[in-house]
């Protein structure tokens, strides 16, 4: 991200819709993947890193709280979001990294569940590597194996899949920016915005200097404070 190209987006905002999430910014899930989980260590600060995988799944939480997931599947979809492209060998194709992130998850759910402090159960690892799988695919283009995961544990996939989608704020050209008709689930009209204000948030933030975590945070506080002003 540069500051062009920021500006940019920040200049192309959807139009703002009333609404948003009811919540202070700390009650909000947010699990930065860390830097050394990535594949190819050129990406962990890139269009698929780390800010990346934190917005992702800050978007999972507030999914899972509008479709009203309990804590462990919101805890499971929340990983999944977090590490879903922590794989991935290039930022442009790279059709297989799904499958190679779900492998990797397999591995070291373990590790990484004690990182984010997440407990998930081992039912609710396997529907995530499933997620991480799938998310980058058509579901036309499901494996049977796939197949049989997604139908144990749909909610999983098409969260991970809405939430992936609403942070395509971040590409630079508005025709591949979310196309909501290609999901599964209806997204509330105020999450789009808000995705939207997260990106420019968050990449303003870690432009002026600051860390991931801390672009993160910075930006959920700013929206929330927006959302709470009279």
């Not at 529907?127 to 998310?135: C, E, G, K, L, P």
């Not at 049989?148 to 939430?163: C, I, M, N, S």
Request: aromatic fraction near 6%; charge should be negative; include cysteine.
């Amino acid at each position: 991200m540069d500051a062009p190209t920021l500006d940019w987006i920040a200049a192309n905002a959807p139009p703002a819709v009333p609404g948003g999430p009811a919540l202070a910014a700390d009650e909000i899930l947010l699990l930065v993947p860390d830097e050394t989980w990535f594949a190819e260590p050129r990406l962990a600060d890139s269009l698929h890193g780390v800010r990346h995988g934190a917005r992702t799944c800050v978007l999972a939480f507030l999914l899972a709280r509008e479709y009203r997931l309990d804590r462990q599947h919101t805890a499971a979809l929340c990983t999944a979001a977090a590490v879903h492209d922590c794989q991935r060998h290039d930022d442009r194709a790279d059709p297989d990294h799904g499958q190679r992130g779900a492998a990797w998850f397999a591995e070291h759910a373990e590790a990484v569940l004690a990182a984010f402090d997440q407990d998930v159960s081992p039912e609710l690892r396997a529907a995530a590597a499933t997620a991480i799988a799938v998310h980058n695919l058509p579901y036309d283009a499901f494996s049977p194996e796939h197949t049989a995961g997604y139908e144990r544990t749909p909610h999983l996939v098409d969260l991970l899949k809405a939430a992936d989608c609403l942070d395509r704020y971040r590409l630079p050209l508005e025709r591949w920016w979310p196309a909501p008709v290609r999901l599964r689930v209806e997204l509330p009209s105020w999450l789009g915005p808000f995705a939207h204000s997260l990106v420019v948030h968050s990449e303003r933030a870690r432009l002026d200097g600051a860390g991931h975590r801390d672009a993160l945070s910075q930006a959920l506080a700013t929206l929330i404070e927006e959302e709470t002003r009279p």
